[in-house]
């Protein structure tokens, strides 16, 4: 990864979370996570930020790219349900149960998640910023 993210003392193993910044499902979703994990493993990242436009580049999304969540994880970026599930895999039970859900088909899953995410302003309203964390959460966000 390039220096933006070494400098925030990231791991290059480490899996990244990015997330509309400005959105209320998606800040809810950051919340929860944060709730809800086994340990202290993922980062997060603001897709609007500057590391996050990085994080994308190097992924091969295109740096405007706001339609769904992206993990990055193993050397790789996984977005809309794909996200989804694995994001769930680092949760507590019984909520890690939901990554299950790849029995679903991926273009059935997609079109839901797909669904939500078009109408996710309507819904949850946005943001005029982006999350901030605690300071005691400050270090696992980037940018």
Not at 113 to 126: L, P, T, V
């Amino acid at each position: 990864m390039a220096s933006a993210v070494q400098s925030e003392s990231c791991s290059p193993n480490q899996p990244i979370l990015l997330f509309d910044g400005v959105c209320n499902l998606c800040h809810g979703s950051v919340r929860f996570v944060l709730r809800h994990e086994r340990g202290p493993i993922l980062r997060f990242c603001a897709l609007e930020s500057a590391v996050g436009t990085q994080l994308l580049r190097e992924h091969g999304l295109a740096t405007d790219y706001r339609g769904s969540l992206v993990l990055i994880e193993a050397g790789g970026a996984f977005v809309k349900s794909d996200a989804a599930l694995r994001v769930a895999s680092y949760l507590n039970w019984p909520w890690s149960w939901g990554r299950a859900g790849v029995v679903f088909p991926r273009g059935l899953r997609d079109w839901a998640y797909d669904f939500i995410a078009r109408n996710r302003y309507r819904w949850f309203g946005r943001s005029d910023a982006c999350l901030l964390p605690t300071a005691d959460l400050k270090l696992r966000f980037l940018g």
